[in-house]
C-alpha cells in the first residue's frame, strides 16, 4: 500500500487526526502555500459532545459526523488517507501508517484521546466504553438487547442484571448519559415496553470523588446532583470501582451492584503514537509541548488538543489547559497562523487560551453553564446549551435534523431510533483490516531502507 500523494514544490503538513483541532488547523490552512494531508481512522469528523444522545438512542449517528471528503471536496493541494499511525521517524521526518509512510516538512499530532482504564485490564476488557461514535452505537444496541431478553428471561436475578445500568464516570458525559437514560427510563420504557415495569431498572452514577463535575463550581456540582436524583439517578460519591465480575461491578468498600451494562466514562487518556519515548509524555499521556505547540526534541512536530499538554506555556494554565473542544480549535486556528508565519521568515506567537466557559446537561430543562463570573442552571443554562452545540455541528443537514429530533423528543418522547442493527464487515474487508493487522510496519520500514525510509516506497 501507499499513500500516492504526488510530491510537489510546496511544504507538506501532515495533520494526524481531523477532530476539532485536526480540522481548525486544515480549514484554515485553506488557500495557504502549503500541501495539507490529513490522516484519520475515520473517514468523518465526529461531534463527541452529542456521542451520548446516539447511545440513549436520541439522535442518529448520521447527525453528528460528516465526511471529511465532503468538507475538503473543493480544496486544492489538500489529501485525505483513512490509516492509522503506527511510528514517527523524526529524524527523516517520516511517519509510518497503516497504509504505509509519507515524508513531512511539518507533523501535527492532534488524534485526541482514548478511554482511561487506570492499568485495569479487566474492567477495560469488560466495560463499555462511549468515546466515539462506533461505541455509543454498541452501547445502544446493548442497551436495547438488555430490554427484549429482560421481557423473556426466567429469573428475577437475570432480569435485575440486564435493567440495571451502572455508570463509572461523574464527568460531563457520565451526568449526560445518566440524565439521558433516566429519561428513557421514565418516558420511553412505559410506552415501547407496557409489560416491563419500569420500576425495575434502576441507574446508577458512581464518581470516585467527592463531588460530580468536578471541572466545574461546587455550585453547578450541587445542582446536577439534585437534578439527577430528582430523575431517580442513585448518585454514589466517594466510591471507587475495583472490578467487574460474574455481571457485579464491585467497589473498593466491599460492595456490589448487579449488571450487564456496565458504562466507563471515568477518564481520557491521549491516543498513544507506537514508538514515541516516555521523555515525551506528560500526565494522561499527553505530549509535552511548548508554547507554540512544538514537541521539544523533535524537529517539526506539533501537537495540539487532548493529545498535548502545554504545562508551563501557558501562565494562566500553569499545569496544562482543560481537554476542552475549545482549547484544540483555538490551538488549531493559532498554528495555522504560525505555520505561515515560519514559511515567512517570522516569529511564531505564544498560544493563550481564552476560556469562552462548560456547560453539562443533565435532560429536558436541567442544564448548568459558566461563562467567566456568570454562573446559571435550569431552563436558561438548558437553553444556553442547545444553541451552542447546534451552532457547533458541521452541515447545514445535520443542524437541522438535530434541532427537529429535540422539538419532536421535547412534545413527544417519542423517537423512532430505537432499532438494534449489528452491522456485518464484508469478507474482503476483514481480510484486509487481517492483513494490515499482522504486518509490522516498523521492522518492514528499517529493512527496506536503513539508511533512509523515505527511499522504500515514500509518497
Not at 446516539?54 to 447527525?63: H, Q, R, T
Request: proline letters at 4%; aromatic letters at 10%; charged letters at 25%.
Amino acid at each position: 500500500m501507499s499513500f500516492n500523494v504526488p510530491k510537489t514544490d510546496k511544504k507538506r503538513v501532515v495533520i494526524v487526526g481531523g477532530g476539532f483541532g485536526g480540522l481548525k488547523l486544515a480549514n484554515k490552512l485553506c488557500k495557504s502555500d502549503f500541501q495539507v494531508v490529513l490522516v484519520d481512522r475515520n473517514n468523518y469528523h465526529q461531534f463527541p459532545p452529542l456521542i451520548y444522545q446516539i447511545a440513549s438512542a436520541g439522535i442518529e449517528p448520521s447527525s453528528i459526523s460528516f465526511p471529511f471528503r465532503k468538507i475538503f471536496q473543493r480544496r486544492k493541494n489538500f489529501y485525505f488517507r483513512m490509516a492509522e499511525v503506527r511510528s514517527i521517524f523524526p529524524e527523516h521526518k517520516v511517519i509510518q501508517t497503516s497504509i504505509g509512510k509519507v515524508q513531512y516538512d511539518y507533523l501535527v499530532l492532534a488524534a485526541g484521546t482514548t478511554t482511561n482504564f487506570f492499568g485495569n485490564a479487566h474492567v477495560e476488557d469488560e466495560a463499555m466504553p462511549m468515546k466515539n461514535v462506533s461505541e455509543a452505537m454498541g452501547l445502544r444496541n446493548a442497551l436495547l438487547d438488555n430490554f427484549e431478553r429482560a421481557l423473556t428471561c426466567a429469573g428475577e436475578q437475570e432480569r435485575q442484571e440486564l435493567l440495571n445500568v451502572v455508570i463509572v464516570g461523574g464527568g460531563a458525559t457520565g451526568v449526560e448519559i445518566a440524565g439521558a437514560l433516566s429519561e428513557m427510563k421514565n418516558f420511553v420504557l412505559p410506552k415501547d415496553y407496557p409489560d416491563l415495569p419500569n420500576s425495575l431498572m434502576h441507574i446508577y452514577l458512581i464518581e470516585a470523588g467527592p463531588r460530580l463535575l468536578a471541572a466545574m463550581s461546587k455550585e453547578s456540582s450541587a445542582h446536577v446532583e439534585k437534578y439527577l436524583r430528582a430523575m431517580g439517578v442513585n448518585v454514589l460519591l466517594n466510591k471507587m470501582v475495583t472490578d467487574y465480575k460474574d455481571h457485579r461491578v464491585h467497589l473498593k468498600d466491599g460492595s456490589s451492584i448487579a449488571t450487564r451494562t456496565f458504562i466507563w466514562v471515568s477518564g481520557v487518556a491521549a491516543q498513544p503514537v507506537g514508538n514515541l519515548g516516555e521523555e515525551f509524555l506528560g500526565r494522561g499521556r499527553r505530549i509535552k509541548v511548548d508554547e507554540f505547540n512544538r514537541v521539544p526534541g523533535l524537529d517539526g512536530v506539533f501537537s495540539i488538543g487532548d493529545q498535548c499538554i502545554m504545562a508551563e506555556g501557558d501562565p494562566a494554565w500553569q499545569g496544562g489547559h482543560p481537554q476542552l473542544a475549545q482549547v484544540a480549535i483555538q490551538q488549531g486556528t493559532l498554528l495555522a497562523k504560525n505555520l505561515k508565519r515560519l514559511e515567512a521568515g517570522k516569529e511564531m506567537k505564544p498560544f493563550r487560551y481564552r476560556n469562552l466557559g462548560t456547560m453539562a446537561t443533565v435532560g429536558r430543562n436541567r442544564a448548568v453553564a459558566e461563562f467567566s463570573k456568570i454562573k446559571m442552571a435550569g431552563f436558561l443554562a438548558w437553553l444556553m446549551w442547545l444553541v451552542v452545540h447546534l451552532r457547533s455541528i458541521l452541515g447545514v443537514r445535520n443542524k437541522i435534523i438535530v434541532l427537529f429530533n429535540w422539538m419532536w423528543n421535547y412534545v413527544s418522547y417519542s423517537q423512532s431510533l430505537r432499532m438494534i442493527i449489528y452491522a456485518k464487515k464484508a469478507k474482503e474487508v476483514r481480510e484486509r483490516e487481517q492483513r494490515l493487522a499482522s504486518t509490522h510496519w516498523g521492522a518492514d520500514l528499517m529493512s527496506e531502507g536503513a539508511d533512509d525510509p523515505r527511499k522504500a516506497g515514500e509518497a
